[in-house]
């Protein structure tokens, strides 16, 4: 097991490229109509939709900065609000088709342009990637519940 500065450290650097794959996903899809707000709050609805407290949580932000992106997607037509099946007293906010189109353009561009990143690596540096992912989710998950 790792002695407690070598965990500090490993977070301090794992925390550290976090935040530089913020800045290099933001980059990814710089010519792209949506912001990478409102890409993020799009993808956060596929499947079922979200609430607007979720929506909030996620982006880090509070519910009336959320409210306002949300009010700005369904002004292009990418979202809507819609009673939650769930919960009649509560909204979920939902893809439009049109919105599921956004992000799945965007998706595609972000992808090639990051195929393209991955292709510069060598074979091992790439197998080091793919096996990190998992254990990447393992924290992403961890975080969430």
Do not use: C, H, W
Not at 95 to 118: F, H, I, K, Y
């Amino acid at each position: 097991m790792m002695k407690d500065p070598e965990l500090q450290e490993l977070a301090s650097g794992f925390r550290e490229a976090l935040r530089q794959s913020v800045y290099l996903v933001r980059r990814l899809d710089a010519e792209g109509e949506l912001s990478a707000a409102q890409l993020s709050t799009l993808k956060m609805l596929l499947g079922d939709g979200q609430r607007v407290g979720e929506i909030a949580r996620n982006l880090g932000v509070r519910v009336p900065s959320a409210t306002e992106q949300i009010i700005k997607l369904e002004r292009a037509g990418l979202a809507r609000r819609e009673s939650d099946p769930a919960d009649s007293r509560a909204v979920r906010v939902v893809l439009t088709p049109e919105g599921r189109t956004a992000v799945d353009s965007a998706n595609q561009r972000r992808n090639q342009v990051m195929a393209g990143l991955l292709g510069t690596l060598t074979d091992q540096d790439r197998t080091a990637l793919a096996a990190a992912l998992p254990v990447i989710g393992k924290i992403i998950n961890a975080a969430q519940n």
